[in-house]
Structures are given as C-alpha cells and as structure tokens.
C-alpha cells in the first residue's frame, strides 16, 4: 500500500475507534480513551504518532489490514530495521469466543455452588447463560431463579473476566431479569427481589444505583464474589446518601474567551459558525453540530514561566499541534467538517455520523424548552463533569426550571437500553451536590436562588428509538425521583421536537405486579 492509502486507512479506522486499546507485542501499550494520537505523511512515509501521560512513541506504518474488527500493522521503531507488529482493537475484550465461553460456563458452575452454600434453605433453579434475545439477554451473565417455598429471588452474576463496562450494565439486565421471571412465575411463586453478583472490587457503581431503586417494588441485595477464594461478601446499598462523586469547579467563561480570543478569531475564520464551548480556564473547543475537531489550550512557553495559547486539532483522539506547516490541514479539515456535518448531509459519510448524541445536544443547548416549556434557557450548562470514584462522568445537560429547580437532561440519539440507569447516575449525583450547596459555591448558576425541590430527570431519544426495556427499568426506580421520559422527532437533525412524554407514575410496583396492574402514564406533546 501506498503512504496515502495507509493513511487513511488509518485514520478512518481510529475515527471510530475512540475507546480502542493499542497492543504493541501482545500487551496494552495505549487506551486511545485516554490517550492521544497523530497521523502524518512526512518524507513519504506513513507515521503514527501515539502518547498518554505515561509514554510517547512514534511508529513507521509499513502495511496495514483490518480483520475481527481490529487494525493489524506491520511497523518500524524508529532506529530499527526489523518490524514489529501493532494491533488497535475496538473491542477491549480480546478473549477468543471460545475462552469467553470457558470463563462463562466455569463460573456458572461457581455461582451455583456458591448459592448452595450460602443460602442452603434454597434450591437453584433455571442458572443459565443463555442467549434470549426477545427479553435482551446475552451470554455475558449467568442468569437464575434461587427458590425456598413459595417465594423465590432473581439471580444474576458476572465473571471477573468481563470488562468493567460489562460489569457496571449487570444491574439493568438483573432488573429485566427479575421482571421476566415475575411474569414466568405468576400465579407460581412469588418473586421478592434480586440478587446480584458482582467481582472483588467492582461494585461501587452499582451500588450507588441499587440504592436509588424502589425498595417497594422488591429486594435488593448485592454481594461481591471471590472467585479464587471462594468467599461472598454482602455489601450496605441501604444508605442512599452514599454517592461518592466531586464537582468541578464551573469555569470563568468570559476570562477564557478573552483568553482565547485570537484563536476564536482564527477559526472563526475558518468557520463562521463554529461552536465555541470554554472546557475549564485553561481549554475550549470548537465543534460543528457537536463534533469537535479543535481545541485551544494553554501551553508552557519554552525556558520560561508562562503560558501561551496554542490550537491542536483533529477529530476524537487525534490531535496535531498547529504550526505554519500545517494550516493548510486545519483549512482543509475545517472545509470538509462544513461541508459533511448540516442535516442535508450525505448520511453515509463518517463526519456526519460521527457523535450524534452530541450534535443532538448542540442543538437542545440553543433550544432546551423544545424539551420542556419548564426548563429555563438562560440557565444552561453542557458537558458537566461529576467524577465519582468509579467513573468520569459528563452530565450531558444541567440546568433550571423557571421556579429555580435543577433538572438535567440525559441524551441518547439511537436506541440504548441503559438510558434510564445512566440518568439515574446523573440524578444521585447532582442531587448529592445540591444537597451540599456545592453548585453555587462552585460558580454554577450565579445570582440564581435554588428551590430544595429534588432535581428533575429527563431522559430524551428519538420516538422511535427509545428501547422497548425503558419502561421496565422506569417503573423499578424509586419513587423519589421525578422523571420525565421524552420522545423527539425522528428528523431532529432538522429541529429538535418533543412528540411523546411519559411521567413517573408513584404506584407500589409490588402490588403492581401481584395484580397484574401495568397501567402506564402517557402524555402527548402539544
């Protein structure tokens, strides 16, 4: 292949890579979630420029092919003759089908023996990992019915050689589970609550939602369980203040743009319409439609003290410093950003699928009362960052009510089963910070008296791309939180529009279920 064919070859394939892992001699060098990447074309050849806060390289890429949904390349260290071989694997677990499941079937024979032995007034029924599409089940978890008389509970266990991402999902297919098990068994049994479990020293997120769920729609327990030792622990979800997050201070919007203003100037220039967003006081970015592809930023000046301004740019990881060598490459970038990213946009093209939900966002940011006449625009902020101790978590949109109550909106462009736990995060967490008078001690909403009220949640995808999970999850959410589910026009490209809404109903979920009630609330929107 030529440089110029391996370079885009490259460079289309890290685009829609963003949270690959890099392997350079069989081991993880790079997470492309956390780290960066350049690609350039210098004396003809093809260079990939990788780097994190750990390391820094730099890789001749001789030849290049795509298999499994992993980039495989031959390349060269520089000084080297000899090549070597580098792998980018969008898929983070690298295990082959046939070792998932092994780890998979090995562990359901623990589980098993390991609810024998804890809970022997039970018997173990119906412990499976198998695939049930209809009711969203894959072969991840070992799914089961723990039984004593007439009552019974929902089972449901993970392996430690599951991701993390595989590991936090396990609550919304447990809550799913023990609804498909309520129905199976009506009439039958009566199914009290869930089990879940989770590997040493990965439940705190799921702690934190287990907390927030209703606790008279059934019960919920949790326990960490150590393959290797054979133990069980049961951990405390009984404390629903037990949210371990921290706000980020709201930055100085106006500084940064006077900051920044020459670089504003400069790609404003290129792009008239640029999005402006100020990340901190040391950062902005520029987006079209929500896709960013620059970013001004301070940099140490050589051999002194200070700070200057400089731009980078590219798309996702990708990131070049710009110098008089390069301008043209950010024009260029910039041309074919315009060109892709408006709603008449040839839809097969990558800059235009690239990051719906945030495009979708940069839309309700200049409109969020198409969301919800309540919601005041005036009072906005996107992009929020609540770290927990778990995870970096963005609230996609915080903002007010008329009458000074928070609310924050969850976004989703395509269809997402985990919408409603995701949201549920977000809740715990703003709710943790307001209870603390965090937001406007960090400089979120100056001016501004805020109602005591509990925050608002709104959950927003497409009418038609909301999963047909949702309802279940929603209805097992504890009554406390006031939720409001909303349905946009599919074209919200062209203009975000709300169709359909469905509120919180305050039922008890186990009478519910007893009786066979599962009246819903829906609201058409005007």
């Not at 549920?424 to 501004?448: I, K, N």
Request: with cysteine.
């Amino acid at each position: 292949m030529t440089p110029e064919a391996l370079i885009r070859l490259v460079e289309d394939f890290l685009a829609q890579a963003r949270d690959a892992v890099v392997l350079e001699d069989g081991a993880i060098a790079f997470d492309l979630a956390q780290a960066k990447y350049s690609i350039s074309g210098e004396h003809n050849k093809c260079l990939l420029h990788l780097w994190s806060a750990e390391k820094n390289v730099v890789r001749r890429v001789l030849e290049a092919e795509i298999k499994h949904e992993v980039l495989r390349l031959a390349v060269q260290r520089l000084g080297q003759a000899k090549p070597t071989k580098l792998e980018i694997c969008r898929e983070r677990d690298r295990r082959t089908p046939t070792a998932k499941r092994a780890a998979r079937l090995a562990y359901q024979g623990e589980l098993r023996r390991t609810l024998e032995r804890r809970f022997p007034g039970f018997s173990v029924a119906q412990l499976t990992t198998s695939v049930d599409l209809e009711h969203s089940f894959g072969p991840i978890y070992a799914r089961g019915l723990l039984r004593h008389a007439q009552s019974a509970f929902a089972v449901l266990g993970v392996n430690g050689q599951e991701t993390q991402g595989s590991i936090d999902a396990a609550l919304t297919f447990g809550i799913l589970w023990l609804d498909t098990c309520r129905h199976a068994q009506a009439g039958k049994l009566v199914v009290e609550g869930l089990k879940v479990f989770l590997p040493v020293g990965t439940a705190t997120l799921t702690r934190e939602r287990m907390a927030h769920l209703n606790r008279e729609a059934a019960k919920w327990e949790l326990y960490e369980l150590d393959e290797r030792e054979n133990a069980l622990k049961e951990m405390d979800v009984s404390d629903r203040g037990n949210v371990r997050t921290r706000l980020v201070h709201c930055a100085d919007e106006t500084g940064a743009r006077e900051r920044f203003a020459d670089a504003i100037g400069y790609v404003r220039r290129l792009m008239r319409e640029a999005e402006v967003t100020v990340r901190s006081a040391a950062e902005i970015a520029f987006r079209c439609h929500g896709l960013e592809f620059a970013r001004g930023r301070l940099a140490h000046e050589p051999g002194s003290f200070r700070s200057a301004p400089e731009i980078v740019f590219g798309v996702g990881a990708e990131e070049r410093l710009l110098d008089d060598g390069n301008t043209a490459s950010l024009a260029q970038l910039v041309r074919s950003v315009g060109e892709v990213r408006h709603p008449e946009g040839p839809r097969d093209h990558l800059l235009w699928r690239l990051h719906p939900e945030r495009w979708l966002e940069s839309l309700v940011v200049k409109n969020v009362g198409a969301i919800d006449e309540r919601l005041d625009p005036a009072c906005l902020y996107s992009q929020v960052p609540a770290f927990s101790a778990s995870d970096r978590a963005m609230i996609d949109v915080l903002t007010v009510t008329r009458e000074g109550r928070l609310a924050m909106v969850e976004l989703k462009a395509d269809e997402d089963i985990h919408l409603p736990l995701q949201g549920l995060d977000y809740w715990s967490r703003v709710g943790w910070h307001q209870a603390r008078g965090e937001f406007q001690r960090f400089g979120y909403f100056p001016g501004r008296e805020l109602s005591a009220s509990q925050p608002l949640l709104f959950l927003v995808a497409p009418a038609l791309h909301v999963h047909p999970a949702t309802d279940t999850l929603l209805r097992y959410m504890s009554p406390e939180i006031e939720w409001v589910l909303v349905g946009i026009d599919e074209r919200w490209r062209e203009g975000v529009r709300a169709v359909l809404k469905k509120r919180a109903q305050r039922a008890n979920l186990l009478h519910s279920h007893r009786d066979g009630d599962k009246k819903e609330s829906f609201a058409k929107a005007g």
